[in-house]
């Protein structure tokens, strides 16, 4: 069977996720971007992972600075989704994140405001495709804000009806 990227990608579209902000820091710059490729794979040794396009400078970042948190973000937080998938600038960027100037364990900025965060050193960067697996040791991780989360779906943002 043939399957074109683009139909792949619709198929792909189907799965509803929430939405995260991967940080890093390397070299005492701050920097970010948005994933929803983000999943827990392991309770003990607690392991998460995210998956970055080989052309995303935060994932090559990541890879160099062997470390990075994962902010889950609320609702209220979209223009942080926005400005960590292309809309801001590295500069902008950088500058929020060193702004809010909070981390944990690696120096990977924390997100105020987010459901909840995990800080991870680097386990394994895995070759795959197109992409880039990081798998993460989770380090230090908390739970923030009891809001409701920021969604995707279909290619666009959505929200949590009340059930
Ligand atoms: C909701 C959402 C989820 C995204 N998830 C991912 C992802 O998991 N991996 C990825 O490489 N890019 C993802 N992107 C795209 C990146 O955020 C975007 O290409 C970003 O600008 C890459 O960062 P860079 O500036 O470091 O290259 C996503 C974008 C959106 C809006």
């Not at 090559?60 to 600038?89: M, P, W, Y």
């Not at 992409?131 to 380090?139: A, D, I, Q, S, T």
């Amino acid at each position: 069977m043939s399957l074109s990227a683009a139909e792949l990608r619709r198929v792909l579209g189907q799965f509803a996720t929430g939405v995260t902000v991967v940080t890093t820091r390397h070299e005492g710059v701050p920097q970010g971007m948005t994933a929803n490729s983000f999943t827990s794979v392991s309770l003990e040794p607690p392991l998460v992972l995210f998956c970055a396009d080989k052309r995303a400078r935060s994932g090559t970042i990541v890879g160099a600075a062997r470390c990075f948190a994962v902010n889950v973000l609320a609702e209220d937080q979209r223009h942080l989704s926005d400005l960590f998938a292309g809309k801001g600038t590295d500069a902008e960027r950088s500058a929020l994140l060193a702004e809010i100037g909070q981390t944990a364990v690696t120096g990977a900025p924390v997100l105020p405001g987010s459901l909840g965060w995990l800080d991870c050193r680097l386990e394994r960067a895995i070759d795959a495709g197109d992409h880039v697996v990081f798998l993460g040791e989770v380090v230090a991780a908390s739970t923030g804000d009891p809001s409701a989360p920021l969604l995707y779906f279909r290619g666009a943002y959505r929200h949590l009806e009340p059930a």
